[in-house]
């Protein structure tokens, strides 16, 4: 049964998270609880993904499951950086953009950056208490249960910009050395950073969110507006990270915010190189719903847009369209090796 707003501060539970973190306002810690994230640590927190409890339930998973071979129900939803993002994006559905915590509000003396092994240990141990629930389900079967306790997947990618935890490489390293695999997703803005890594994460997204530097400023309105910059410099490295990882640009469109110059991201597109490209609506749930952001159910663009637009990418950059996963409204573009080869014999 779920817990009444006016017991929380009272219950055991609150007492138990409080206990354990030092660093997030009253307020904040509240709302995360509400909003059932499992916290880890100072600064971290895993939260059940949606499509994880339909797959424990037999249904279908989601579509990096579908993309990607991904077990939805073995996947941990986690972030190292659930306090701080450098963007607030319009169309960003989790309550950072608007409720993010700035280091001065941290009380002093009282915040620390958690080791990665300590933020491995701490989020899978957060999963299970989250997988924990579906153990006495009719609906659930013992083995996907039974499987799902023992997380094989880390999708760094919650809240938050994951790359703002400084030791996020060695994160990485954790996850790996624990015989699990990880998707970064990452806005981009720490191009510096990644060109030091020799560890990387089993597949490295890059958030394409904004097809000129204007809109860039007006729909996910940067902390600085020299994070444009960076950006493009991340997007200059990824051909060579291609040779390292698995490499994938993942677009979200909303409707009047930044679906406009569909060329400008073929551009990004050809300036990257990168393995993959998801093509993908956003959705108009949680902070996207609230006023400020000026968004509506109309802002989410149907699967059939997200489909022309896709298949209008495909003919200007030479990828090939490859997968779809209508629930999410989503369609996946795969880069066309063949033909590329055939194209670099060519100009020999």
Known sequence: MARRRKDLEESKYYARVRALNKSIPDSLLKLLIRQKYHLAGEHSAAKLCKWAGEMLKRRAGCYKNKFYGIASHRCLQCTPSLLFCNHAC????RFIP?????FAEIPDGQFRWDSPEEIAEGLIKAQKEIISGFGGSRGVPKELYQQAMNPKHAAISLTGEPMMYPYLEGLVREFHRRNMTTFLV?????PERVEKWETFPTQFYVSMVASDEETYRKAIRPASPLLWEKYLKMLRLMPALGK???TVLRMTLARGANDANLQGYAKQIG?????????KSMVFVGGARMQGRGLSLDSMLKMEE???VAAWLAEKTGYLVSERHPASRVVLLCRDYEAEQKRLIEWQ
Do not use: H, S
């Open 90 to 93: 319009v169309f960003c559905w």
């Open 98 to 102: 608007d409720r993010k915590v700035q």
């Open 186 to 190: 990452t806005n981009g803005t720490f």
């Open 244 to 246: 390292k990882t698995r």
């Open 271 to 279: 300036l990257a190189r990168p393995q993959y490209v998801e093509v």
């Open 306 to 308: 997200i489909e022309k």
